[in-house]
Nanobody
Framework: QVQLVESGGGLVQAGGSLRLSCVAS????????MGWFRQAPGRGREFVAG????????TYADSVKGRFTISRDNAKNTMYLQMSSLKPEDTALYYC????????????????WGQGTQVTVSS
């Protein structure tokens, strides 16, 4: 059984930056695909970024390309999301996920999830 805990959210002004972290425990971290989703009030859960078992393979939603960077440190069982040039529309609860084996980046069925960390971007 894996536990995922996000941190690093907060309140920032438009144009600012934040770095989110996701720490996994209770299960092996290596060799799992990891990712970030977000959900704003009144909106469905939206894919943000995904990463394979190494930093070689990454995938980003079009809305965050060029602004967000996903990375992982397998030795620390930690995944990161560096967010820059933040916009008010980035305001959401950000969730860390460990993908169910075989899932594509946009798939959520069977995934493990953290509790979320709130990101609020003011105008």
């Amino acid at each position: 059984q894996v536990q995922l805990v996000e941190s690093g959210g907060g309140l920032v002004q438009a144009g600012g930056s934040l770095r989110l972290s996701c720490v996994a425990s209770g299960s092996a971290f290596n060799n799992y695909q990891m990712g970030w989703f977000r959900q704003a009030p009144g909106r469905g859960r939206e894919f943000v970024a995904g990463i394979g078992w190494s930093d070689v393979r990454t995938t980003y939603a079009d809305s965050v390309k060029g602004r967000f960077t996903i990375s992982r440190d397998n030795a620390k069982n930690t995944m990161y999301l560096q967010m820059s040039s933040l916009k008010p529309e980035d305001t959401a609860l950000y969730y860390c996920t460990r993908y169910y084996a075989g899932n594509r980046y946009y798939m959520t069925s069977g995934n493990a999830w953290g509790q979320g960390t709130q990101v609020t971007v003011s105008s």
